[in-house]
Each structure stands twice: as C-alpha cells, then as structure tokens.
C-alpha cells in the first residue's frame, strides 16, 4: 500500500486534522497491523502522543458538582459570619443572580472540624471526604465570571462562558492522546442536560474524534442503563452470527479498497470495523460490577439508597481510571427527587444535607480505593461545582450564586496534600490572596498532565485557540 | 458588468515606450493630482469602489464599474468622463478640477497612459488584499489539449495542469457520475429506474438533462439549503445556558429551502436575510412576510439569556450576529474587533461599534429585563390584526389575574378561618404519627375535621430529609407549649404581612394622588417564616386544597368565580385566530454607539456613526440618518462595490461541489485564511456569477457539466506525487456522505422516507426541567422526515449527528470534517436505526417467494448502492445467505442488507 511516494512533502498536522479528521491514518495502521507499511504525517488521532514536560498526572477524574455547593458551608470556615449573623453586608454587594431577594449575612449551620495532621478544617456535611483531609488540595480562591449557571458551567468546562469552545476534556485527549484504544479517551458520567447540555463535552472546533463520550444523563437511574454506551450490543445476532456478517463487509470493504489503490481512508476504515468490533467485548467488561466484591460495593456505598447512584459513577470512575481512560467526569447532577441538587437559593440546610450525602461517601470510597490500588499517585481528582455560594442569604434560609470567590478541591496527581491554596476575605464573598480564575485551573490542570496551556494550540476561525484563551497560570504553589 | 480581454497585459505591453514627455506629464501633473485630490478615497489605505490610484496595478483594475480608460475610444473614459462632471459619477465629489489639470489628465489618456515602471514602488502593504480588490476577470486561458475543455471551467483547470506537467484524471464512469451528482444536488442516491434512463440516453445532452432534473426536484433545496444553514449556524433553540425553543425557527429553515428551490437570486438572499423586515412588501398590508422570516438568519443564533449581567448579553447578541454576517457573506472574522484592531485584516474596532450601532439599533428580545430574557416572536399580521390579537391577549391576562386573585383572597380567608386550630391540629397530628393514634379515632375524640387532620399529619411527620423549621416541633420537651410557639409565630407572620400589605396600599393610593411612580409592592421571603411558607402552600394543610376546591369557598365567592370563569370562556370563544409568528428581528430603538473600550461597555470610548468597514467600504459613505441601517447594509453588502459577497459564495459552491473551495477557508479571506488556489477562475467564475443575475442553479450548471467535475476520483501516482492535497484540482476529491446523506439514504433504501415538506416536527416554548428527556433533540430513528425537518436542539443534538460530524449549530460553519471512527462502525453493526432498515428491506425482497436469490441481490444492490452486482458478487452473496450461522433465512438476509449499507461503497462517493 505504498500510495505516498516518499519524496511528497509532509502535510502538516492541522491540515490532516481537518481534512480526515479521526481517520485511522496509516502511523495509525502501523501500530494495529504488523503488515501495514508505514506512511509519512498522518496519524491516529488518537494515538497517544508525547507531553511537552515530565507529567505529574497520567489522567484526570473530575466529580463535577452542578449548581454551585456553598463553600462556606463545607472547606472554607467563616467565624466572621457566624458572629456577625443577620446584619447587613458591610461592603456593596456585587451582581447576583436573584436581585432582589438577598438578606444579611447568614452563619453555617454546620461545625468545621479539624482533620488529619495537617488539621484542614472541613464541615460535617462532608464527614467522609474530611478523612482524607491529609491528600485534599483545597483551592479557597476560585474565580469565576458568570453569576448565572449556564455561563459559568460552560466556563468552568470549556473556558469560555459566551462562545461554544471545546471542552477542557476535549483539549486533554487532544493533547495526550489515549493509551487504550478499546474505550473512548473521555468519558463524562451522567452529565446534565442543561446549562450547556452536550456543550460541555463536545469537542468544539476541535476534530469529532475528541469528544465525550455520555454515560447515561442526569436523572436517569442505573438501572436504566442498560447501555452504557451506544451500540455497543447487537440486539439480533449471534456472536457467531456477527463474525460471519463482518467478514462480509470486510470482504467488500477490502474489495472497494482494492479497486480504489488502497486509498488510506477505506483501509482505515476495514480497521475501524475490527476495533468497533473488539470494543464490544472489551468495553462492556469495564462497566460490569460483578466481579467487585461487596466491601468495594459498600466502600462506595452502593449498599444504601442515597449513594447508591453516585456510588456507582464513582466506581466506574475507578474501573474506567483502572483501564487508563485520559479523562473522566462524574457529574452529580440535578434529578427527580433531587431536583435543584446544590442550587440551595432557599432552604440552605434541606438541601444542601441531602445532596452532601449523596456524594460524601461515595468520593471517600473513590479516594480510598484509588489510593489502595495505587492509582491515586497519577491520577488528578478535582472536585467543585460552577461557582459558590454568597455569605448573605436568599430568600431567608439559602444562598444566592458566588463566582466571586470560592472553592474547589484536588487530591492525588502531583498536588500537595494537607494544603488550602489562597483564600476569600473573612465573608467569604471574594477570593482575596492567590485569586485562582478558572483559565488558571486549567493552566494547572494541563500543567499537571505535563502540557504547557500556551503550547497546546489548535488553529480554527483564522487564529490559534487555546483552552485558556489568552490568559491562565500555573498555580506551581500547590504542586507536590 | 463586461471585460475585455486582459487590459493589464495591453498596459505592460505599452511600457516599453516611453517617451521622456509623457512621463513628464504624469510625474508632474497626474500623480500629484491623484495623490492630492483622490488618494484620500482610492489609495493605498482606502479603497472606495474597489479603486486604487496609488500603484498602477490598482489603475488598470479600475473600480467595481469597470476600468477607468476606454483604451478603444480614450475620450470616453470613465476617468475623464468622471472628472468632466458629465455622467452619473463626479469626481472629487467635493468639487470639479480645474479646465487645466482636467486637459492634463486627458493628454495623458490619450497618451495611451503610461505609468512609469521606476515610480511604480508601491509598497505590498499598500495594494489592496486580494479578496478586497475588485473582480478582475480574465478570459479562460488557451490550452494544448482543447478536447478535454467542456467549458471555460475546464479551460482554466487545465491550463494550471498543463503548466505542472499533470494530465487530468480520467473520466469517472458514468454510473459514479450519477450516484455522485445525484447525491450532490438531492443528498440522495439515484433509483435503478434514473440509473437505467441515464445509462440508455446516449444523447450529448444527457447530463444537462439529468442536472436539469435534480435542479428541479425539490430535493434539491433540501440538500443546497441545508449547506446554508451550517452557514447560518441555524437550529431551533438559544443554546448556551437555557436551551430555550425558538418554536418558529422552521419557517426561517422552509424560506432557505424554498429560495433554494427557486433559485432566488443570492443577492436579493443576502438582502432578506439582513433586512427583509425592511425592504418592500407586495402584501396589502404591507408587511413583507417572507423578509420577516428571512431575518431569522440574525434571529436564530445562539443566546445566553439567562446572564445577569444584561448589558453584557445583549451586546455578546450583537456581537454574535456581526460575526455570522461576516464570516458568512464576507469571508471576515469582524468579531475579532470587539476589544481590539482585528490583528490581521483591516478591521478597526471602530468599524466594529459601527456594525454593532446597527445591530444594537435593531430589537432583538421581547423583554431584556428579568432574570430570564424573553425572546422575540413577531407576528407575521398586519397592524390591524396584531393590535387585535395583542388586545385579546391583555384581556386574557387580566382575566386571569382576577381569577388569581379572587383564589388568594379565598386562600387567605380559608387560613384566617383554620390558623386559630393550629396548635389543637399539631398537637393531634403528633398522637398520629407518633403515639400511633388512629387517625378517625383521634380526629372524633378532640372535636377536629379528619380530612384537615391527615393533612397536618402528612405535612409533619418526620422524613429522612432535615427540615430545619420543624427541629424545634420534633425535638419539643413540652409539645403543648412548642405547638403554641408555632401558633403564634405563623398569626404574627400574617399580622406582620397584612400590615405591609395595607401600608402599602396606602403609600400607592398617596402616590397616585400625587401623580408619583406608586411603590413596589412589599416583597416576602419565603425561608422568613419557612414552616408558614409550607403550611399556606402547595399541599400545606392550610392551603386552599387543590381537589373540591369550590367546597372550601363561601357562597358569594363561587359565584364570583363562576362568573370570572364563564367570562374568561367567553374572551376566549371570541379569540381572534392566532397570528403566524416568526423568530425575526425588527426596528429597535436607535442607540448612541461608541466603541467600548476593551470590549468593555463600562468604559465608553468615542462615539461612533453607523457605517461599514472602511477598508471595504471606504472612508466617505452616505451617513445612516434613520433606521437601525440594517437596509443600508443590505444593500452595501450585495452591491457591485462589495466584490467579498459574490467571491465568498462563488467559493462556497465550488466547494460544495468539490469537497475543497478554491480558497480552502471559505469564510475567512482575511490574511490569515488562504489565498486561492486559481485566482483568475475564482474572479470569472464571481463576475459571471454577478453578470448572470446572482443566479445559483447556473452556476450549478457551468460546474457540474464541466471535465473537472466529471473527472474520476482516481489519482495517478504522478497526481498524488505532485499534487497531494488536490489543490491543483488533478482528480476528484473522494469524500464521505454527510450525516443527512447517510441516514436519509438508509431510509430510502427500505422505502420508510417521508418526503413530506416543511412545518414544524417541534412543540411548545421555552425550556425544559434540567433533566428532562424533553431537553434531546428529536430522535431521528424514531422519525422518517428527512433529517433537515428534524429540530435541533443546540444543547443536545442527536448523537447521530455528533457520530457523523454534523457540527455544532452554534457558530457559523464552513463546512463538515469527514471522521473516521470505530463508533461509526457500531453505529452500522449495531444501532436499531441500521437494523430496522436492513430488516426491513430484506422483508420487502423476500416478499415475492417466486423471486430468485440472484434477483433479490440484484435489487438489493440497487437499493443500496445504485448499482447492479457483478457476477461474483451475486455468487458471493448468495453463498453467504447459505451458509449464515443458525440457517435463519430471514435473518440472513437482514445480515446481508446490512453488510451492504455497512460498505464503504455506500459510505463514499467517488
């Protein structure tokens, strides 16, 4: 199949991209076929591929938190406001999302321990999570530009809260390619359907082939998922029955590829059939509990009704970090029962109970478990929703929507444990010392994965993009 | 317009004489002329009309009028005729040259112009960028192997060739030509019947008339209109945050179709898009229907009207929509100049706010305020029938309300009446749920009403949730005294209330006397008083019940809400009939633009006027005295002076056709996309374009009739040596069907496409509960319209159209990546859409049980790939029905229909 003759300039990278974009290029074949011949420039595109640096993570699970929970009430502690409770703000306050309906200043409900013997204070909504206290970067300077979700989601997941960009999944694979080629690169776990819906697990500009892949969506149970993935299983043949039918197609595919000199886009084609055709046995397994054992079910908290669903995105998490999957996301979203998740405007102390239950557990077991089997050395987990909450109240008992400032947290994956990075003023409504915007989380997020974010660009409309637009720094006080 | 046959070589061919006085004379007197009197307008920095008269490249190409010299008849030149003040063009418009300096210029023209190569150091920087010089079309070059030429487009394709050493590929054969144009111009496969048709008509003008009736199909809009709507980045919801309907969009995707399939000329296209609502209407009542329509090219994009910060999203509106009119008309990215010069193009953030002036001129929203914007549905009815239709809607409203408030004050009587029982009820409901008391039983025993009692019960039992309000209730060492507690909190928070309320009323009625702005009404919070908030709501126990309501109201009330009621049913018994409505734009309220510093409308820089860029449009336009301009810009941009439009659509057809435009970045001919790869085709093919009326199906025919269009897709090892990436237009580019192809073909392969036209496939208005299937677009396994009719969703297009690179409806697009990826490859093993089609088709084969297996593979060859097998095909095939694993006959043949539609043969035109 020596269709390029050597002496054929190399057409560059991005022109490939956009021309057959995704296409198994014939490097690609190399890798997959011992008798295919080598060809110059084109590439799988997923492929993995070298980072610029030495990373400190291989891949990143992010528990995304929609609807904002309030850092006030879990990693950033406010005596200020518990003693100043029920007067007025004492400084003008910003844009919020409900104008109109704010209070005064308004205390946690919830005590604030000390952890571990770096002593984090954490609050008991989250008395699981807080056992790990020692690994828990937290990120008390979060900064963000939307007071409204849908802005604010799409920024925190592409960059931009005004223009459709790829997600920052999207731009990890992009950079790192995957080293499992049997599974998608980037997988999101039930992700919601609003504020940006598939905005913020879609590739962009970027090739289709560095999208994400949905697991479900917010508000569909487990057990309605009876495919994880789509058309991953042929409801009508035979495994047997199934081979047979794609030696057909291959045969034809093999015989247009003849016909038309081996022209690398059909072979690559006749590849895909075989990889398609090889990840429907590999990639069910990877969701398939059976073989967990009942501690591991119970460490996640699949044994009880209210962690049960979280408890399982988390454990796939796990599996799918287990088989080297790049990126993965698990969304605790908004759902039946749980209808505004952590968007507590009103009733602070209902919700915000119920939702941290849902989760605390659940990502204890995760780091628990990572950590046992090793995996938490070069895995990032990062947690944190769109924004925070206000330090006044809403509606009397909740809390309005604060980009201001707030906070996130890291653990595993080259970030220092035991440690809170930068912090709010003594309300908690901005972030005041080591301000981290969310273009810097994703410089330190790439940074993490051995990417320079000024170097990892992508040329589309006329210009380079990149996922940090024109800003973003490394925050290289949290690295281990 | 005409051209004459390279004036630029006569030019260079004459400067080879030059006689020291003539140059004189145009040293002396006609440069500085120029330079004094007309640079200004058409120099190196601007170019009005497309006329540069700072180099002498710029003075041969003339304006967008034409040239300047009649070398025929050198006294009719425009130049002279401009300068005399004689036609319709005077120039300098500020004033007539002298009787001198006009003779000057005459004895120079008539010298034949000279224009001294030494003194033609016009800096690169200075000429006009390619694309924003005026049309220079040259006539199609000679070329050594004439036969191949079928039409000028061939002619200029080839000469390129020959220049490289390159012979053309090969005719494709004549069954890939059909399946290829067929698909181009419809998105679907030709029958065997078209096939047969086209295989016998051995005519020269079989393929004129085969492109004759796929242009007259209405398929065919359905296919070229779906090409601009990736343009036009169309979809039926905002996107972004809320993914609101725009429960009207379809008509905007019916008008495309339509102009499409009638050819409308681009022109007049462009014109209705930008400003339909404004340009004259042949209706009664004159309003222009289909120009309202039409504007939903500004109206459909995509919108975050959820922001806060409103100022912001109304302008990232306007933002949004001079970037779709510059990248799709222009070929510009003019959003770059929002906070900045652009960095590459000649675009100041001036020319930017100018735009902006325009588009922030126009009304975009219904209401702006609030928390969440509202959008604008314009009714498609004349003044009369809106105000109608609109007086109707207010007594609807005012209706309601007064049902509503009749119900608040019932509500507020029935809690009045059951809030002293509070205590007595609380105390009652927890010997239920606590002590284990018998609700009758209990009820009967305290003197209390069982059905309120269940209520209280219901409302207070514990539940695994926290509720905070009622700790004190469940925690409560004396309950007798803690249910007095709650007593008396829930009458102070009523006294408290009616108190605000009755101040407030007064302060409105003072006000009012007084002629000043009443207050607001007194605002409550509900987590105040939560265990109030829940007691008086919903299903709290002293809520007016939602079931047997009337048996809860005094008799005078139920009359009274009988008699709102009956009169609501009769306002709307008498409703005037609904008015179309369309997702458009209209006139706004002008605004005052100045540039906002940094992109920052905090910080207002100068005060702009409306205008057009002036590196295009030049620095002296007629000022925009009235209106948002959005005419104005209409007709600048589809007006000869605007050579960008007809290049960049020109382009786009060409691309559409050959996979590649000619400038391979079809909306950007700034400096940072490509040049062409032949500019002078790209220039004849434009000027024709405009000379022909802006008429798109011609276009479609001087390019598909052409050599380079019929070429095979074949590339010679010479070709792929010299000419990899096809810029040389050496072979014809493979690709890959688009989504629409795909799943349309699959469906027409089974006979299951509906091919019914038009409407709307989507209901209701706004949005959706967060995690509502509702929020997913339409599946398009479950509906056989063509998939153009199905409406999208921007935040969450079907993961068909994600699998097969449909693109993501929110910016505009210039064109589909072709991916090649697994999860393609399970979507044809795999998906129930497949199977039910293969199923499907294979049931039909098999219908007529006297058929032979080689027949029914025949035809299913046909339906599939638009071809007859070849023997060895039929044979294979028909072994492999035998020997299909499991010997299910029904099965197999389900399994070969599959295989078939799994083929690469399918998948790609060649």
């Given at each position: 199949?020596?269709?390029?003759?050597?002496?054929v300039?190399?057409?560059?990278?991005?022109?490939?991209?956009?021309?057959?974009?995704?296409?198994?290029?014939?490097?690609?074949?190399?890798?997959?076929?011992?008798?295919?011949?080598?060809?110059?420039?084109?590439?799988?595109?997923?492929?993995?591929?070298?980072?610029?640096?030495?990373?400190?993570?291989?891949?990143?699970?992010?528990?995304?938190?929609?609807?904002?929970?309030?850092h006030?009430?879990?990693?950033?502690?406010?005596?200020?406001?518990?003693?100043?409770?029920?007067?007025?703000?004492?400084?003008?306050?910003?844009?919020?999302?409900?104008?109109?309906?704010?209070?005064?200043?308004?205390?946690?409900?919830?005590?604030?321990?000390?952890?571990?013997?770096?002593?984090?204070?954490?609050?008991?909504?989250?008395?699981?999570?807080?056992?790990?206290?020692?690994?828990?970067?937290?990120?008390?300077?979060?900064?963000?530009?939307?007071?409204?979700?849908?802005?604010?989601?799409?920024?925190?997941?592409?960059?931009?809260?005004?223009?459709?960009?790829?997600?920052?999944?999207?731009?990890v694979?992009?950079?790192?390619?995957?080293?499992?080629?049997?599974?998608?690169?980037?997988?999101?776990?039930?992700?919601?359907?609003?504020?940006?819906?598939?905005?913020?697990w879609?590739?962009?500009?970027?090739?289709?082939?560095?999208?994400?892949?949905?697991?479900?969506?917010?508000?569909?149970?487990?057990?309605?998922?009876?495919?994880?993935i789509?058309?991953?299983?042929?409801?009508?043949?035979?495994?047997?029955?199934?081979?047979?039918?794609?030696?057909?197609i291959?045969?034809?595919?093999?015989?247009?590829?003849?016909?038309?000199?081996?022209?690398?886009?059909?072979?690559?084609?006749?590849?895909?059939?075989?990889?398609?055709?090889?990840?429907?046995?590999?990639?069910?397994?990877?969701?398939?509990?059976?073989?967990?054992?009942?501690?591991?079910?119970?460490l996640?908290?699949?044994?009880?009704?209210?962690?049960?669903?979280?408890?399982?995105?988390?454990?796939?998490?796990?599996?799918?970090?287990?088989?080297?999957?790049?990126?993965?996301?698990?969304?605790?979203?908004?759902?039946?029962?749980?209808?505004?998740?952590?968007?507590?405007?009103?009733?602070?102390?209902?919700?915000?109970?119920?939702?941290?239950?849902?989760?605390?557990?659940?990502?204890?077991?995760?780091?628990?478990?990572?950590?046992?089997?090793?995996?938490?050395?070069?895995?990032?987990?990062?947690?944190?929703?769109?924004?925070?909450?206000?330090?006044?109240?809403?509606?009397?008992?909740?809390?309005?929507?604060?980009p201001?400032?707030?906070?996130?947290?890291?653990?595993?994956?080259?970030?220092?444990?035991?440690?809170?990075?930068?912090?709010t003023?003594?309300f908690?409504?901005?972030?005041?010392?080591?301000r981290?915007?969310?273009?810097?989380?994703?410089?330190?997020?790439?940074?993490?994965?051995?990417?320079?974010?000024?170097?990892?660009?992508?040329?589309?409309?006329?210009?380079?993009?990149?996922?940090?637009?024109?800003?973003?720094?490394?925050a290289?006080?949290?690295?281990? | 317009?005409?051209?004459?046959?390279?004036?630029?070589?006569?030019?260079?061919?004459?400067?080879?004489a030059?006689?020291?006085d003539?140059?004189?004379?145009?040293?002396?007197?006609?440069?500085?002329?120029?330079?004094?009197?007309?640079?200004?307008c058409?120099?190196?920095?601007?170019?009005?009309?497309?006329?540069n008269?700072?180099?002498?490249?710029?003075f041969?190409?003339?304006?967008?009028?034409?040239?300047?010299?009649?070398?025929?008849?050198?006294?009719?030149?425009?130049?002279?005729?401009?300068?005399?003040?004689?036609?319709?063009?005077?120039?300098?418009?500020?004033?007539?040259?002298?009787?001198?300096?006009?003779?000057?210029?005459?004895?120079?023209?008539?010298?034949?112009?000279?224009?001294?190569?030494?003194?033609?150091?016009?800096?690169?920087?200075?000429?006009?960028?390619?694309?924003?010089?005026?049309?220079?079309?040259a006539?199609?070059?000679?070329?050594?192997?004439?036969?191949?030429?079928?039409?000028?487009?061939?002619?200029?394709?080839?000469?390129?060739?020959?220049?490289?050493?390159?012979?053309?590929?090969?005719?494709?054969?004549?069954?890939?030509?059909?399946?290829?144009?067929?698909?181009?111009?419809?998105?679907?496969?030709?029958?065997?019947?078209?096939?047969?048709?086209?295989?016998d008509?051995?005519?020269?003008?079989?393929?004129?008339?085969?492109?004759?009736?796929?242009l007259?199909s209405?398929?065919?809009?359905?296919?070229?209109?779906?090409?601009?709507?990736?343009?036009?980045?169309?979809?039926?919801?905002t996107?972004?945050?809320?993914?609101?309907?725009?429960?009207?969009?379809?008509?905007?995707?019916?008008?495309?179709?339509?102009?499409?399939?009638?050819?409308?000329?681009?022109?007049?296209?462009?014109?209705?898009?930008?400003?339909?609502?404004?340009l004259?209407?042949?209706?009664?009542?004159?309003?222009?229907?289909?120009?309202?329509?039409?504007?939903?090219?500004?109206?459909?994009?995509?919108?975050?009207?959820?922001?806060?910060?409103?100022?912001?999203?109304?302008?990232?509106?306007?933002?949004?929509?001079?970037?779709?009119?510059?990248?799709?008309?222009?070929?510009?990215?003019l959003?770059?100049?929002?906070?900045?010069?652009?960095?590459?193009?000649?675009?100041?953030?001036?020319?930017?706010?100018?735009?902006?002036?325009?588009?922030?001129?126009?009304?975009?929203?219904?209401?702006?305020?609030?928390?969440?914007?509202?959008?604008?549905?314009?009714?498609?009815?004349?003044?009369?029938?809106?105000?109608?239709?609109?007086?109707?809607?207010?007594?609807?409203?005012?209706?309601?309300?007064e049902?509503?408030?009749?119900?608040?004050?019932?509500?507020?009587?029935?809690?009045d009446?059951?809030?002293?029982?509070?205590?007595?009820?609380?105390?009652?409901?927890?010997?239920?749920?606590?002590?284990?008391?018998?609700?009758?039983?209990?009820?009967?025993?305290?003197?209390?009403?069982?059905?309120?009692?269940?209520?209280?019960?219901?409302?207070?039992?514990?539940?695994?949730?926290?509720?905070?309000?009622?700790?004190?209730?469940?925690?409560?060492?004396?309950?007798?005294?803690?249910?007095?507690?709650?007593?008396?909190?829930f009458?102070?928070?009523?006294?408290?209330?009616?108190?605000?309320?009755?101040?407030w009323?007064?302060?409105?009625?003072?006000?009012?006397?007084e002629?000043?702005?009443?207050?607001?009404?007194?605002?409550?919070?509900?987590?105040?008083?939560?265990?109030?908030?829940?007691?008086?709501?919903?299903?709290?126990?002293?809520?007016?019940?939602?079931?047997?309501?009337?048996?809860?109201?005094?008799?005078?009330?139920?009359?009274?809400?009988?008699?709102?009621?009956?009169?609501?049913?009769?306002?709307?018994?008498?409703?005037?009939?609904?008015?179309?409505?369309?997702?458009?734009?209209?006139?706004?309220?002008?605004?005052?633009?100045?540039?906002?510093?940094?992109?920052?409308?905090?910080?207002?820089?100068e005060?702009?006027?409306?205008?057009?860029?002036?590196?295009?449009?030049?620095?002296?336009?007629?000022?925009?005295?009235?209106?948002?301009?959005?005419?104005?810009?209409?007709?600048?941009?589809?007006?000869?002076?605007?050579?960008?439009?007809?290049?960049?659509?020109?382009?786009?057809l060409?691309?559409?056709?050959?996979?590649?435009?000619?400038?391979?970045?079809?909306?950007?001919?700034?400096?940072?996309?490509?040049?062409?790869?032949?500019?002078?085709?790209?220039?004849?093919?434009?000027?024709?374009?405009?000379?022909?009326?802006?008429?798109?199906?011609?276009?479609?025919?001087?390019?598909?009739?052409s050599?380079?269009?019929?070429?095979?897709?074949?590339?010679?090892?010479?070709?792929?040596?010299?000419?990899?990436?096809?810029?040389?237009?050496?072979?014809?580019?493979?690709?890959?069907?688009?989504?629409?192809?795909i799943?349309?073909?699959?469906?027409?392969?089974?006979?299951?496409?509906?091919?019914?036209?038009?409407?709307?496939?989507?209901?209701?208005?706004?949005?959706?509960?967060?995690?509502?299937?509702?929020?997913?677009?339409?599946?398009?396994?479950?509906?056989?319209?063509?998939?153009?009719?199905?409406p999208?969703?921007?935040?969450?297009?079907?993961?068909?159209?994600?699998?097969?690179?449909?693109?993501?409806?929110?910016?505009?697009?210039?064109?589909?990546?072709?991916?090649?990826?697994a999860?393609?490859?399970?979507?044809?093993?795999?998906?129930?859409?497949?199977?039910?089609?293969?199923?499907?088709?294979?049931?039909?084969?098999?219908?007529?049980?006297?058929?032979?297996?080689?027949?029914?593979?025949?035809?299913?060859?046909?339906?599939?790939?638009?071809?007859?097998?070849?023997?060895?095909?039929?044979?294979?095939?028909?072994?492999?029905?035998?020997?299909?694993?499991?010997?299910?006959?029904?099965?197999?043949?389900?399994?070969?229909?599959?295989?078939?539609?799994?083929?690469?043969?399918?998948?790609?035109?060649?």
């Open positions: 199949m020596n269709l390029v003759t050597p002496e300039p190399r057409v560059s990278r991005r022109h490939l991209l956009r021309r057959t974009a995704g296409g198994f290029g014939l490097l690609g074949l190399r890798t997959l076929l011992a008798d295919a011949a080598p060809a110059p420039g084109n590439t799988h595109p997923l492929a993995p591929k070298p980072p610029h640096f030495e990373p400190r993570a291989r891949r990143v699970i992010f528990l995304f938190m929609h609807g904002g929970p309030s006030l009430d879990t990693f950033d502690p406010k005596p200020r406001l518990t003693r100043d409770h029920g007067k007025p703000l004492p400084f003008q306050r910003p844009l919020t999302f409900a104008e109109g309906s704010t209070g005064g200043l308004f205390k946690s409900p919830w005590e604030f321990r000390r952890y571990g013997e770096s002593g984090l204070p954490v609050s008991d909504l989250f008395p699981h999570v807080a056992r790990h206290a020692d690994d828990l970067c937290i990120l008390r300077s979060m900064v963000g530009d939307s007071v409204a979700h849908g802005g604010a989601v799409l920024q925190l997941h592409t960059g931009s809260n005004t223009f459709t960009r790829p997600s920052m999944g999207s731009w694979v992009y950079g790192l390619g995957t080293e499992n080629q049997n599974l998608p690169a980037f997988i999101t776990i039930k992700p919601g359907l609003s504020h940006g819906g598939a905005k913020n879609s590739s962009g500009f970027l090739p289709a082939a560095y999208q994400g892949t949905a697991v479900g969506h917010g508000g569909v149970k487990i057990e309605d998922l009876k495919d994880p789509e058309f991953l299983r042929n409801a009508g043949l035979t495994p047997d029955q199934q081979r047979y039918e794609l030696d057909m291959q045969k034809m595919n093999r015989r247009s590829a003849d016909r038309w000199d081996h022209d690398p886009e059909l072979e690559a084609r006749i590849q895909a059939f075989e990889l398609a055709f090889r990840m429907q046995t590999e990639a069910p397994e990877a969701f398939d509990l059976t073989g967990e054992s009942p501690t591991t079910l119970k996640y908290g699949l044994d009880e009704p209210e962690t049960r669903e979280f408890g399982w995105q988390c454990l796939m998490a796990r599996r799918l970090a287990e088989r080297n999957v790049r990126f993965i996301q698990v969304n605790h979203e908004y759902g039946p029962g749980n209808e505004v998740g952590w968007d507590a405007h009103s009733e602070l102390i209902r919700l915000h109970t119920r939702t941290a239950l849902m989760v605390d557990k659940p990502i204890a077991g995760l780091l628990t478990d990572l950590k046992a089997r090793g995996l938490l050395r070069d895995t990032l987990v990062a947690w944190g929703g769109e924004f925070g909450r206000t330090p006044i109240s809403q509606a009397g008992d909740g809390r309005d929507h604060n201001y400032g707030y906070s996130m947290w890291m653990a595993g994956g080259g970030v220092k444990g035991g440690f809170a990075y930068g912090a003023d003594e908690g409504y901005y972030a005041v010392e080591d981290m915007h969310i273009h810097d989380l994703h410089a330190t997020i790439l940074h993490l994965l051995g990417l320079n974010h000024e170097r990892l660009t992508y040329f589309h409309g006329g210009r380079n993009h990149r996922l940090t637009d024109v800003a973003g720094t490394v290289f006080q949290i690295l281990a | 317009m005409r051209w004459t046959c390279c004036p630029l070589g006569l030019f260079l061919a004459a400067t080879g030059w006689a020291g003539r140059v004189e004379l145009f040293e002396k007197k006609v440069r500085p002329l120029f330079v004094s009197k007309c640079h200004d058409h120099g190196a920095k601007l170019q009005m009309g497309g006329l008269l700072a180099s002498a490249e710029g041969r190409q003339g304006s967008a009028g034409g040239p300047l010299v009649d070398e025929a008849n050198p006294p009719q030149s425009r130049l002279l005729t401009a300068l005399s003040h004689v036609g319709k063009v005077k120039m300098p418009p500020a004033g007539k040259l002298s009787e001198g300096e006009i003779a000057a210029v005459r004895e120079w023209i008539e010298a034949g112009a000279p224009w001294p190569p030494t003194a033609e150091a016009t800096p690169a920087a200075g000429a006009a960028f390619w694309s924003f010089a005026p049309l220079a079309p006539a199609p070059p000679a070329v050594r192997n004439a036969g191949w030429a079928r039409n000028e487009v061939d002619r200029f394709i080839l000469a390129r060739l020959e220049s490289e050493g390159l012979a053309p590929a090969p005719p494709a054969d004549p069954r890939t030509w059909l399946r290829r144009v067929t698909y181009d111009l419809t998105g679907l496969p030709p029958s065997e019947a078209e096939l047969r048709a086209f295989l008509d051995a005519s020269p003008t079989a393929r004129a008339r085969v492109v004759d009736r796929l007259a209405p398929r065919y809009g359905e296919r070229w209109g779906r090409h601009w709507l990736d343009v036009a980045r169309y979809a039926d919801s996107g972004a945050d809320e993914d609101h309907r725009y429960p009207y969009a379809w008509r905007y995707r019916d008008y495309v179709i339509d102009a499409f399939n009638r050819d409308l000329p681009f022109d007049q296209f462009i014109r209705e898009q930008v400003a339909g609502d404004l004259p209407s042949s209706e009664p009542d004159g309003v222009n229907r289909r120009g309202l329509i039409a504007t939903g090219f500004l109206a459909l994009g995509p919108k975050l009207i959820a922001e806060q910060d409103k100022v912001k999203m109304f302008y990232d509106i306007v933002d949004e929509q001079i970037d779709v009119v510059g990248r799709a008309f222009l070929g510009l990215t959003a770059c100049a929002r906070c900045h010069d652009h960095k590459f193009d000649p675009i100041s953030t001036r020319d930017y706010y100018a735009l902006a002036s325009i588009f922030a001129s126009t009304r975009q929203l219904a209401k702006l305020e609030g928390t969440v914007s509202q959008l604008l549905f314009v009714p498609l009815a004349g003044p009369a029938e809106t105000a109608r239709w609109e007086a109707h809607k207010g007594r609807v409203e005012a209706k309601r309300k049902i509503d408030e009749l119900l608040a004050e019932e509500g507020a009587r029935y809690r009446r059951l809030a002293p029982g509070i205590a007595a009820y609380m105390l009652a409901a927890r010997a239920v749920y606590l002590d284990g008391g018998e609700p009758a039983r209990v009820a009967a025993n305290r003197g209390l009403d069982a059905a309120l009692l269940a209520r209280w019960v219901d409302y207070l039992k514990p539940t695994k949730e926290r509720r905070a309000h009622l700790e004190e209730w469940h925690q409560a060492p004396e309950p007798e005294t803690t249910a007095r507690v709650y007593q008396e909190r009458l102070a928070t009523v006294r408290e209330r009616n108190e605000a309320r009755a101040r009323k007064r302060a409105v009625e003072e006000a009012q006397a002629g000043r702005t009443p207050p607001e009404p007194p605002r409550f919070l509900a987590g105040e008083n939560r265990f109030y908030s829940e007691v008086v709501a919903g299903k709290g126990p002293l809520a007016l019940p939602e079931k047997d309501r009337e048996a809860h109201l005094g008799e005078a009330a139920r009359a009274r809400l009988h008699a709102l009621q009956a009169e609501l049913k009769a306002i709307l018994a008498a409703a005037p009939p609904d008015p179309p409505l369309a997702c458009a734009v209209v006139e706004g309220e002008p605004v005052t633009q100045h540039v906002f510093v940094r992109g920052n409308p905090a910080a207002k820089g005060f702009v006027p409306k205008r057009f860029p002036v590196a295009l449009a030049g620095e002296t336009q007629t000022p925009i005295a009235a209106g948002s301009g959005r005419r104005e810009l209409a007709a600048w941009l589809s007006s000869p002076a605007n050579p960008l439009a007809p290049r960049v659509i020109v382009n786009r060409w691309q559409w056709h050959f996979g590649e435009g000619l400038v391979r970045t079809p909306s950007n001919f700034g400096r940072l996309g490509e040049k062409p790869t032949h500019p002078e085709l790209l220039d004849y093919l434009t000027a024709r374009f405009v000379k022909e009326g802006w008429s798109i199906k011609n276009m479609h025919r001087l390019l598909l009739l050599n380079t269009y019929g070429m095979s897709s074949r590339a010679s090892h010479a070709a792929l040596a010299k000419d990899p990436e096809n810029r040389l237009w050496s072979r014809f580019l493979r690709r890959r069907l688009a989504v629409e192809e799943r349309d073909s699959l469906l027409a392969a089974d006979g299951s496409l509906d091919l019914t036209m038009g409407g709307s496939l989507q209901s209701g208005e706004g949005t959706d509960q967060e995690f509502a299937e509702a929020r997913k677009s339409l599946n398009p396994d479950e509906v056989n319209r063509r998939l153009v009719y199905l999208l969703r921007r935040s969450n297009l079907p993961s068909l159209l994600n699998l097969f690179d449909f693109g993501d409806a929110t910016t505009s697009s210039e064109g589909r990546t072709q991916t090649n990826v999860p393609q490859a399970l979507f044809m093993m795999n998906s129930p859409f497949v199977a039910a089609r293969a199923s499907s088709l294979a049931a039909q084969l098999l219908a007529d049980a006297a058929t032979p297996d080689a027949a029914r593979v025949a035809q299913a060859y046909y339906r599939v790939l638009s071809r007859p097998p070849e023997p060895e095909e039929t044979d294979q095939a028909v072994a492999y029905l035998r020997r299909f694993p499991g010997g299910d006959r029904t099965a197999a043949w389900a399994s070969f229909c599959r295989a078939l539609m799994a083929s690469n043969e399918f998948l790609y035109l060649f």
